[in-house]
């Protein structure tokens, strides 16, 4: 059973920087991909940022291209450093895995099969 577990959130200040990490156990297989998640109160979760397994390419979000980081540093294993936030940036932020075989880089929510339970990221204005 493959498991997600992320760590690295917590509160900052406008302008702060965060770093989150996520680990996907349980598997010998390597993910298709790996990405980021965000839901805030009374609104639908967004895709954030996803990486290729293998590294190389990425997709972000257009809210945070320039100030978020996406890293694939150890197999099944990513990273977002998040810098400049924002208080519009609060959010629970969601590590998902997708692990198929062959398939396109998404931000779509129904290309991950496999979901961390979330951690929170508040920045105070």
């Known amino acids: 059973q493959v498991q997600l577990q992320e760590s690295g959130g917590g509160s900052v200040q406008d302008g702060g920087s965060l770093r989150l990490s996520c680990a996907a156990s349980?598997?010998?297989?390597?993910?298709?991909?790996m990405g980021w998640f965000r839901q805030s109160p009374g609104k639908e979760r967004e895709g954030v940022a996803v990486?290729?397994?293998?590294?190389?390419?990425t997709l972000y979000a257009d809210s945070v291209k320039g100030r978020f980081t996406i890293s694939h540093v150890a197999k099944n294993t990513v990273t977002l450093q998040m810098n400049n936030l924002k208080p519009e940036d609060t959010a629970m932020y969601y590590c998902?895995?997708?692990?198929?075989?062959?398939?396109?880089?998404?931000?779509?929510?129904?290309?991950?099969?496999?979901w961390g339970q979330g951690t929170q990221v508040t920045v105070e204005s």
């Open positions: 990486i290729y397994a293998g590294g190389g390419k």
């Open positions: 349980g598997t010998t297989y390597s993910s298709n991909s």
């Open positions: 998902a895995a997708d692990f198929r075989a062959i398939a396109p880089l998404s931000l779509a929510e129904a290309d991950f099969g496999y």
